[in-house]
């Protein structure tokens, strides 16, 4: 009998244990086996600017990367927190109006003007959303989502901040190389950042908040205060976004509370994976240039992102990270019995 | 006016209807500390709805409850919980995303249990598993590590328990926690309710298993339609004209 016995085996029959998520690692090559996805990913995105074609690419892909932000803080309140918020371009707004205005107005310089208007910013966003914090789902959404056209409504009535002119110029980064490598830095130090907030015992109450709030309310936690945390967390990524547009496109108007930056992070959040944090940004990164590229049919992209939308929610609902990785996991190969 | 001293629940005059049924209707009693207080009575007779008014989920619209001299009618349930009444759900509320013992992270990160942890807090994990080892999940079958959506009603219910210890409660108010589990498994469960009576902590059940929540209860009051019928020691209360009515219904001569 000298037939070989082969049989199909996963690649990560070793690695994977049967608990979920949990990984029992004993070689370089299982590490690689996990790491050589998520390396490729950071990697590819950090030499991408360095291989585009021209200034507008590179222009294209620090747009992305406020999306990819926007979309981070987005996935993060509503599924990991519970907190459906899109009011993505308020918090754009607000920190874009902080920034270009003390530069416009005080001369500061954009190593303050930033930092200055993420937190002051994200004060102001959680101050104002503070008292619609007790309401759930939809209502949350509806309202918060009413707040840029709000604020729109009132910097041209009352004629404030450069009314529609806006305010030009606002100081911008010394050159492309600073802009795109700040805004990509820091959607990757968003998503570890996340990841393990989420991890920390405090990301666990978030957890819960979503799953239950009325447990956690018996459980003696307060979940107004708690929400109000996550809230805060998520509106300074939103308003550093805003505050990097600022200065980055030299401009600041009332452009920046446009619906795009309330719309464009679900999308790519539905599109890339609910929940996965990476995901989103991932979406994020395809669906700006996408939709750059789409240019030429004016009004029409909106239909193609519904479409887009559509075929995600009807056909691939996990999102593409998520089936991505549930693919790279099924890979096998043949060994001998 | 007698003052008893140990007197750790005071309910006085208790009300509460949604719309035009009547779900608490002046319900007063006294809980005595350490006792165990069996609340028993017909479905929607209000017991679950004088769960949610002791522990701030219903405002009630008269009346008030009493937590060692301090008014609970009116706080967030939050701070009653914070002062040490906690509470199961009828309807467990798990945390479904979570591992089983992520699900006692919640309490363990509360305000109270981080001032009986001191300082930081420690390693919230392994107080969370020897909790779970304590209400009966097994380790060794890494049960504690199980996604609460994975668990059957049996676990969800102790993990229910579970959520109340790890806030170190004075009072724990158990929304029938034996509905809807099996023979052996309330039998598995009744040692953890005389285990925690011994450790001085006072009880209030709700129950529709009398023969079990005889075997531990000092007291029991019968609620029927929201009005108090009776109360007393359990085999008295079942002696009652009145309760064998209201469970029976009345006899008929033909």
């Known amino acids: 009998m000298e037939r070989e016995e082969r049989r199909k085996e996963r690649l990560d029959r070793g690695i994977k244990a049967r608990t979920e998520g949990l990984y029992a690692i004993a070689s370089w090559r299982e590490i690689t086996y996990l790491l050589a996805p998520r390396a490729s990913l950071i990697i590819g ?27 981070l803080s987005f996935d993060f ?7 459906v918020c899109i009011g993505g371009a308020f918090m754009m707004g607000i920190g874009g109006y902080i920034s ?23 004060l102001i966003c959680t101050l104002l959303w503070l008292p619609c914090l007790p309401l759930r789902g939809v209502y949350f959404a509806i309202i918060t989502f009413m707040f840029p056209h709000l604020a729109t409504s009132i910097i041209i009535a009352g004629g404030l901040l450069g009314s529609t002119e806006g305010l030009s110029p606002i100081k911008g980064f010394p050159n492309i190389w600073v802009g795109i490598y700040l805004i990509l830095g ?16 405090i990301g666990v109450v978030f957890a819960g908040i979503k799953d239950n709030d009325q447990a956690v309310l018996a459980s003696g936690v307060n979940i107004t205060r708690v929400k109000i945390y996550a809230l805060y967390i998520a509106t300074l990524i939103g308003c550093f976004a805003g505050a990097f547009v600022a200065h980055f496109s ?3 108007g009332v452009s920046l509370f446009a619906l795009d930056f309330s719309v464009m992070p679900i999308a790519a959040c539905i599109m890339g994976g609910p929940g996965t944090l990476a995901g989103p940004a991932l979406g994020a990164l395809i669906l700006a240039p996408l939709s750059e590229l789409l240019r030429g049919f004016g009004q029409l992209r909106v239909v193609l992102y519904c479409v887009i ?17 549930r693919r790279y996991h099924q890979i096998e190969r043949w060994v001998k019995v | 006016m007698e003052e008893q001293k140990e007197t750790i629940i005071k309910v006085r005059n208790l009300s509460k209807s949604f719309g035009g049924v009547k779900a608490l209707n002046n319900i007063s009693f006294d809980l005595p500390k350490g006792e165990v207080l069996g609340v028993i009575g017909p479905n929607g007779s209000g017991k679950t709805t004088l769960v949610n008014t002791i522990t701030g989920f219903v405002k009630p619209e008269s009346g008030e409850v009493f937590f060692k001299n301090i008014k609970l009618t009116g706080l967030p349930p939050y701070k009653i919980a914070d002062l ?5 759900f009828q309807v467990v509320r798990p945390f479904l995303s979570l591992r089983s013992f992520k699900n006692l992270i919640v309490p363990l990160w509360s305000p109270r249990a981080r001032r009986f942890a001191g300082g930081r807090g420690g390693d919230r994990d392994a107080v969370a598993i020897d909790l779970l080892e304590e209400v009966g999940f097994e380790r060794d079958a890494y049960v504690p590590y199980k996604f609460a959506s994975a668990l059957p009603l049996g676990y969800l219910k102790r993990l229910e328990l579970a959520r109340c210890l790890a806030l170190r409660p004075e009072v724990i108010i158990c929304d029938e926690v034996f509905s809807g589990l099996s023979m052996s498994e309330i039998a598995s469960m009744v040692p953890l309710i005389e285990r925690l009576q011994r450790r ?22 019968v609620l029927n339609f929201g009005e108090k019928l009776a109360e007393g020691k359990p085999d008295q209360v079942m002696q009652d004209e009145k309760v064998i009515r209201a469970y029976l219904g009345e006899e008929i001569n033909l």
């Not at chain 1, 107005?105 to 994200?122: R, V």
């Not at chain 1, 820091?186 to 015992?201: A, K, P, Q, S, Y």
């Not at chain 1, 996990?318 to 990785?325: K, Q, R, T």
């Not at chain 2, 001085?200 to 009051?221: C, N, P, Q, Y």
């Open chain 1, 250 to 252: 030299g401009f600041v």
């Open chain 2, 84 to 88: 040490g009444v906690a509470r199961t």
């Open chain 1, 77 to 83: 309140l509503a599924h990991r927190v519970g907190l």
């Open chain 1, 45 to 71: 995105l950090l030499i991408l600017p360095l291989v585009l074609p021209g200034l507008y690419w590179q222009r294209v892909l620090a747009l992305a990367g406020v999306y990819a932000l926007l979309a």
């Open chain 1, 309 to 325: 939308l559509v075929v995600f929610i009807l056909f691939k609902p996990e999102g593409l990270l998520s089936w991505v990785s």
């Open chain 1, 100 to 122: 270009g205005g003390l530069n416009y107005y005080f001369g500061l310089p954009i190593a303050l003007t930033i930092p200055i208007a993420t937190l002051a910013g994200a």
């Open chain 2, 200 to 221: 001085g902590v006072t009880i209030i059940m709700i129950e529709h298993r009398l023969r079990e929540l005889f075997s531990v209860a000092d007291k029991v009051i």
């Open chain 1, 186 to 201: 820091l959607v990757l130090l968003t998503i570890f950042g996340l990841r393990r907030l989420c991890g920390e015992d």
